[in-house]
């Protein structure tokens, strides 16, 4: 069984900077994926941020505002986000995936709402 958490959601203000956290927990040592996704109300679920395996992506949306790390001993994955905008506003969720094709697990979601 696996237990995803995230935290470090909240109100900030256009321009300013926020640092999400998440950490899964539980049987499986190594993920090979570990990624951030984000949902805005009336809105699909989208990637925004992945770092694994593959390598780093990041939607074209955050490109050279957000960066994505990982503490692969801690099965930990942080989200900063720079110069935030009011359309970054979402509720956002992290997502491990075991491997390539198997089971991923996902955290209750964390909410950012950028305004002034």
């Known amino acids: 069984q696996v237990h995803v958490v995230e935290s470090g959601g909240g109100l900030v203000q256009p321009g300013g900077s926020l640092r999400l956290s998440c950490v899964a927990s539980?049987?499986?040592?190594?993920?090979?994926?570990m990624r951030w996704y984000r949902q805005a109300p009336g809105k699909e679920r989208d990637v925004v941020a992945s770092?694994?395996?593959?390598?780093?992506h990041y939607a074209d949306s955050v490109k050279g505002r957000f960066t994505i790390s990982r503490d692969n001993g801690k099965n930990m994955v942080f989200l900063q986000m720079n110069n935030l905008k009011t359309e970054d506003t979402a509720t956002y969720y992290c997502?491990?995936?075991?491997?390539?094709?198997?089971?991923?697990?996902w955290g209750q979601g964390t909410q950012v709402t950028v305004s002034s």
């Open positions: 539980g049987s499986i040592v190594r993920f090979d994926a």
């Open positions: 770092t694994g395996t593959d390598g780093t």
């Open positions: 997502n491990a995936l075991y491997y390539w094709g198997g089971p991923e697990y």
